[in-house]
């Protein structure tokens, strides 16, 4: 067994251990490891059965950045403890510069302010390094340089952006990138619908096998036959499901009759996706076959139930319409909840498995939702954003990137009451503002990625039921949030 030990600022400590309970371990092979936390005395100890060398990934305040996840360098087991926050300031400084230096090759023009940036955090991390001896200096020191090795790696993310969009605008003079909106109900009947087709040029039909099928072996086709004539009148793109999500808000009531039955589920879903693919047939190019699979504790499955259900369900989308496409989405793409999960495939190498499977995956959909409990991830910066997405596009096909970020921190009756704004992950209480500001650079960043198919926001209002707290960009009474003006600029100035 391998301990990896940290010395905290005793004097702070109490007010990291909600954060650094989620810390976790990445080796080689980027899956997170299993971690035994142990918190006392000023001392982090991290104990797994891997003795190898590895990352620690935990939350940490950056000053006025919240309290985004942040990566040591790798690091082997010592007798002595480490000092954690000079460990994280060493990493993310690695991080920032390596990244430099890789798109700097490819041709990436830096402005001098990013230099500076850099030159600051090297000189802060080295004072702390140098100043082990009195640790409140030191630790000052280490997170003077996590704060200018952040605000550099925002700068790079940020000129990547730029820069590439520019080329790309060159060649191409628009960019096909769809720009998606997610219809959970009648589109006529949703406060502020009138606005979408002006903002988003292609919808996602989202009606639920509860939606579908509120009776077992009788489909409803009222719901998804207006989302899908809707979007035909406004000549959006049309794309449709998850037809199978494994959360229990979307799964039919008489399913959990057969609750930890995998075989008779296997059934049920294969009957659903074959009707419904058939039903559509040439009329739908894109369908959303399954969501969030392998990750979540639903209906009694285990990993390898659901991992099967999700082949099974691809192979009758493919039988059923052999010209259409196929997409697999998964959630809380960083992977962190796998340190404390019995879940061992994750994510990244589910899509893997079942693109090379040869089942008919012809794009992979990863929602991220940074700074919401589950099934959002922990908050992360833009530059880790742009690592994370370069990270699934090894996967060889098309990405479509679903976001959601929170406006505001406030209770909200119609959304899922099991997911939470968690409010200390962010700088200052999540605002419409700053929603748009996120909204518009997220987005941004991933239409730039010429392996992203589309870009999906996660809801379009918060006048509907909805899983993620004020992530909507319609208000209740369907006036829009200032994160619309800024989508419709993005859609406007670069999407065709």
């Not at 909106?181 to 009947?189: F, G, H, M």
Request: aromatic share 8%.
């Amino acid at each position: 067994m391998g301990v990896l030990k940290f010395r905290l600022p005793s004097d702070r400590t109490a007010s990291r251990v909600v954060g650094l309970r989620r810390a976790y371990t990445l080796g080689l092979d980027r899956t997170p490891g299993r971690l035994g936390i142990d918190v006392r005395d000023g001392l982090l100890a991290c104990s797994s059965d891997a003795s190898e060398s590895s990352r620690l990934f935990t939350p940490w305040p950056v000053p006025g950045f919240g309290a985004p996840v942040i990566g040591t360098a790798t690091l082997a087991d010592r007798p002595s403890p480490y000092v954690l926050a000079l460990e994280l300031a060493r990493g993310r400084l690695n991080d920032v510069r390596n990244q430099m230096a890789d798109w700097t090759q490819l041709g990436l023009n830096t402005a001098p302010a990013l230099a500076e940036s850099l030159r600051t955090s090297r000189r802060a991390f080295v004072r702390a390094a140098l100043d082990a001896a009195d640790p409140d200096a030191s630790f000052a020191a280490a997170q003077e340089s996590l704060a200018a090795s952040t605000k550099a790696g925002t700068m790079l993310a940020e000129t990547y952006l730029d820069q590439v969009l520019r080329n790309r605008l060159a060649v191409a003079g628009r960019l096909g990138t769809g720009l998606c909106c997610v219809l959970t109900s009648e589109p006529d009947k949703a406060p502020g619908s009138a606005a979408w087709p002006a903002t988003f040029n292609t919808a996602q039909a989202a009606a639920t096998w509860k939606d579908l099928a509120p009776s077992e072996g009788k489909i409803r086709w009222e719901l998804l036959d207006a989302q899908i004539s809707w979007a035909r009148k406004r000549r959006m793109n049309v794309e449709a499901g998850p037809l199978i999500e494994f959360r229990s808000g979307s799964l039919p009531d008489w399913i959990w009759l057969w609750n930890g039955d995998a075989e008779s589920i296997t059934s049920f879903v294969a009957d659903h996706v074959r009707a419904v693919v058939s039903r559509y047939r040439g009329k739908v190019p894109v369908w959303h076959i399954a969501h969030r699979p392998a990750g979540h504790d639903v209906l009694g499955l285990g990993e390898e139930d659901q991992v099967r259900i999700t082949a099974r369900a691809l192979q009758i989308a493919r039988q059923a319409d052999p010209a259409a496409q196929f997409c697999l989405g998964v959630d809380r793409p960083w992977m962190e909840w796998m340190s404390g999960s019995r879940f061992q495939l994750g994510p990244l190498h589910l899509c893997d498995y079942l693109i090379r499977s040869d089942l008919g995956v012809s794009s992979v959909a990863i929602e991220v939702a940074p700074g919401y409990s589950d099934p959002g991830s922990d908050a992360r910066d833009l530059f880790e954003f742009s690592r994370l997405l370069d990270l699934y596009s090894l996967l060889n096909v098309p990405l479509n990137v679903i976001l959601a970020a929170p406006s505001s921190a406030e209770a909200d009756p119609l959304a899922d009451p099991d997911v939470a704004v968690e409010g200390w992950q962010f700088p200052a209480p999540p605002t419409e503002a700053g929603q748009a500001a996120w909204a518009a650079s997220w987005a941004a960043l991933a239409i730039a990625k010429p392996f992203v198919r589309s870009v999906t926001w996660a809801h379009p209002t918060d006048g509907l039921p909805h899983i993620y707290p004020h992530a909507g960009l319609f208000r209740p009474d369907g006036a829009p949030k200032p994160a619309v003006a800024r989508l419709r600029k993005l859609r406007d100035d670069l999407l065709t």
